[in-house]
């Protein structure tokens, strides 16, 4: 066990010894090879109370075209909640996680909370885009051009969200994409098609809610509105954070987020990221505490999903009925997403919201919300935005295999 100590940087490593049965190699493409050994470093990059501002939250991560790892968070400078005075603040490396530059504000709108950063990586073009919004009430859309050190200035594309007001009768007050990521379609007639998943709401408590997409045909310059996949209802009860992806059949699915009594996961299915949803159902592989959660690709048949996994707890830990974010569980499924054989704990302690991104060498990467700065039970706001490091080898090294 090695341990290092820098400035807003901690770091553990762990490397154990000794080779681990593996999947097949045609499973693994792209990864390290079968004889590799399990590898697992974590790296904390924000923690509540520097450089001001009261804690970080909803952190995201991707990885540009040319290698470059950004994590981005919500910097919440004078309140815990997600209506304070917010701030987009990001963190790069450019060797694979082993150093990151110092933190970039990229969005400070004075006092107005910036919300729910959606990143969309553009492999064709190179570029990075980012759409969020300021206070639940406006949406912008912003590019990056070189890697993601400087983007344009915002560019408001609200008016797309107000087709649900008029087309679908729903008088929303609180818009916001994702934050997990879009996604960029990679097969079929819509090749190429922008699919950014986004909730909307009734009222200024983000509830009762709805779940839908908005997607872009020409990389950003006009959006919109798709078909609305879930309504809160008995079943996806207050829908919201939404993770799209397409699967190796060139369908969309849509994980979501919802308050169901039941505690599960809901997933619906797209032909086009966009229309002709399937009615929801829950997926009762994957229980849900109410909180967001992350879907990544790591090979053509292949899904990670991460979230926290408390269902050994019963009792109602938050607000909405939420039981405790804590035991954050990695999990793989080798055939699309039908069934989840594979999980592994990475953080058996209190863990939020986490999002997944996975390297051209099969190395994965998970952000993640850890810790809690309140002491007193029935709060959660993370005393670091942390993220992990692992690969393949790792996460089936005593695993949970059903």
Not at 70 to 99: M, Q, Y
Not at 110 to 125: Q, S, Y
Not at 222 to 242: C, M
Not at 327 to 353: C, E, F, H, M, Q
Request: hydrophobic share 35%; charged share 25%.
């Amino acid at each position: 066990m090695n341990y290092c100590s820098k400035k807003a940087v901690r770091c553990i490593l762990f490397a154990s010894a000794g080779l681990v049965a593996v999947l097949s190699l045609s499973e693994l493409a792209g990864a390290q090879s079968a004889q590799e050994k399990p590898y697992f470093a974590l790296v904390d990059l924000f923690e509540a109370g520097e450089a001001g501002y009261t804690t970080y939250r909803a952190p995201t991560i991707l990885i540009s075209p040319k290698g470059t790892l950004l994590v981005s968070t919500e910097a919440r400078k004078d309140g815990f909640g997600d209506w304070s005075d917010i701030n987009t603040i990001i963190r790069r490396s450019t060797d694979g996680g082993k150093t990151w530059k110092p933190p970039q504000t990229i969005i400070d709108d004075g006092l107005n909370a910036v919300n729910n950063n959606t990143f969309i990586v553009d492999r064709e073009t190179g570029k990075l885009h980012l759409m969020h919004a300021i206070n639940y009430e406006r949406v912008y859309w912003r590019t990056s051009s070189d890697d993601g050190i400087h983007w344009t200035a915002p560019r408001e594309i609200t008016e797309v969200f107000n087709t649900y007001r008029t087309r679908d009768d729903y008088p929303w007050i609180v818009v916001a994409p994702g934050m997990s990521p879009g996604i960029v379609l990679q097969h079929g007639k819509h090749k190429s098609r922008f699919v950014v998943p986004v909730w909307l709401a009734l009222e200024h408590r983000h509830r009762p809610s709805i779940c839908t997409t908005v997607y872009s045909d020409d990389r950003g310059a006009t959006w919109h509105a798709g078909e609305v996949i879930a309504r809160d209802g008995d079943l996806t009860k207050n829908p919201s954070e939404t993770v799209v992806i397409e699967l190796s059949d060139g369908r969309v699915m849509a994980h979501i987020r919802n308050e169901s009594p039941q505690y599960r996961r809901a997933v619906s299915f797209s032909p086009d990221g966009a229309s002709d949803w399937t009615t929801p159902r829950l997926e009762e592989q994957l229980y849900d505490p109410i909180c967001q959660a992350s879907l990544a690709r790591y090979s053509p048949s292949q899904l990670l999903f991460s979230n926290p996994d408390s269902s050994k707890k019963k009792e109602k830990a938050l607000k909405w009925n939420a039981r405790r974010r804590e035991n954050l569980t990695i999990r793989l499924s080798n055939d699309d997403g039908k069934t989840w054989p594979v999980s592994k704990v990475l953080d058996s302690g209190l863990a939020g919201y986490s999002q997944l991104a996975v390297d051209d060498k099969g190395m994965i990467y998970c952000v993640y919300e850890r810790g809690n700065v309140y002491e007193r039970h029935g709060k959660f706001s993370p005393k670091y935005v942390s993220v992990a490091k692992f690969n393949m080898a790792w996460l089936l090294s005593g695993s949970d295999k059903k």
